[in-house]
């Protein structure tokens, strides 16, 4: 049974930084592209990062470029997301993912996904 658990949400300041834990079960994660998504209230999830099975490609949405770093630990089965210079904006659940592309691209379709974590940004 695959199980990808995030974990590292909560309430930060605006201008603050979170560091999002993904960790998972189930599957053989170092053969896996992994992403991170976001769903704001009332609006569709959307896109934020990807990272190859290997660590070596990622990929970012333009609103968090340079600002947020997508990491993963092959030896832990765990993907990270950290996020800096939060905005009130960035409220939403984000959800981690996996899936079976190597290089998983802000359109890859995943697999597999997280239930994900509740980030609040206060303003």
């Known amino acids: 049974q695959v199980q990808l658990v995030e974990s590292g949400g909560g309430l930060v300041q605006a201008g603050g930084s979170l560091r999002l834990s993904c960790t998972t079960s189930?599957?053989?994660?170092?053969?896996?592209?992994m992403g991170w998504f976001r769903q704001a209230p009332g609006k569709e999830r959307e896109f934020v990062a990807t990272?190859?099975?290997?660590?070596?490609?990622?990929y970012y949405a333009d609103s968090v470029k340079g600002r947020f770093t997508i990491s993963r630990d092959n030896a832990k089965n765990t993907v990270y997301l950290q996020m800096n210079s939060l905005k009130a904006e960035e409220t939403a659940v984000y959800y981690c993912?996996?899936?079976?592309?190597?290089?998983?691209?802000?359109?890859?379709?995943?697999?597999?996904w997280g239930k994900g974590t509740l980030v609040t940004v206060s303003s």
């Open positions: 993912a996996a899936g079976r592309a190597a290089v998983p691209t802000p359109t890859t379709g995943m697999n597999y």
């Open positions: 189930g599957l053989s994660f170092s053969n896996y592209g």
């Open positions: 990272i190859s099975r290997g660590g070596d490609t990622t």
